[in-house]
């Protein structure tokens, strides 16, 4: 039921079962802790409210020994679901959330990989999405079709465009993101060396380098 030809790739952002106004940083959650009771609220209505609050001051409580932890005053947590990130969706709305990725056979669509963080999109995720597509197909796929705003995409650029919205990306770009560093030191200027005739140079890789003639831009002396 799988070709291994193609993967297709695409995420979204889970809202948590929590609100935004349940997020509290240090300055906030003391703030709330310090509030005096209400006098002018009837008997009737804080007998209603009495267990609501109660549980409310006993999260805001474990939340902020836990802020209290941080070294960084400026973090927030979610009372009521803790590992839920504050998130910007795709309709701008700013929420308590989960990033959600999946990736499909790009022939009939089966799922061959989920993964749930609590962070936003980094560049190398897809590498590791395709590799636990890899180990749950039992098997290797040519191609993975990401959307364009992929933080992969746009920091590696071993792909081409098929689309408007979607790109090809060949999956032996893992081995340009994890050598991206060994390269650059291995490619520094120290590393290349003049030939004796003066004119020529060889690089790191003992191919030799000519030199050749600069091509003109208009416009530019």
């Known amino acids: 039921m799988i070709d291994f030809k193609h993967l297709a790739l695409d995420g979204r952002k889970i809202q948590a079962s929590a609100n935004f106004r349940n997020n509290v940083d240090r300055a906030r959650g003391k703030k709330q802790l310090e509030l005096e009771p209400n006098d002018a609220l009837a008997q ?23 802020l209290e932890s941080y070294e960084d005053e400026k973090p927030s947590l979610n009372m009521v679901d803790p590992d839920a990130k504050i998130m910007k969706h795709k309709d701008r709305r700013i929420l308590p959330s989960y990033n959600q990725q999946s990736v499909v056979d790009g022939t009939f669509g089966i799922i061959s990989a989920v993964a749930t963080t609590k962070s936003g999109d980094k ?18 796929f040519d191609t993975c079709l990401p959307t364009r705003d992929s933080p992969t995409m746009k920091r590696f650029g071993r792909w081409k465009r098929i689309g408007r919205k979607i790109f090809m990306f060949r999956t032996s770009g893992k081995k340009l993101w994890t050598t991206r560093k060994q390269s650059a030191a291995k490619f520094d200027k120290s590393n290349f060396h003049a030939g004796d005739d003066g004119l020529s140079m060889h690089c790191p890789a003992g191919k030799g380098m000519h030199q050749g003639e600069g091509r003109e831009t208009p416009g530019v002396p």
Do not use: H
């Open 123 to 140: 560049p190398g995720d897809l590498f590791a999405m395709v590799d636990a597509a890899k180990e749950n197909a039992g098997g290797s």
């Open 44 to 66: 009737e209505r804080i007998d209603e409210r009495i267990k609501r609050l109660e549980r409310k001051e006993i999260r805001l409580a474990q939340t902020l020994a836990v």
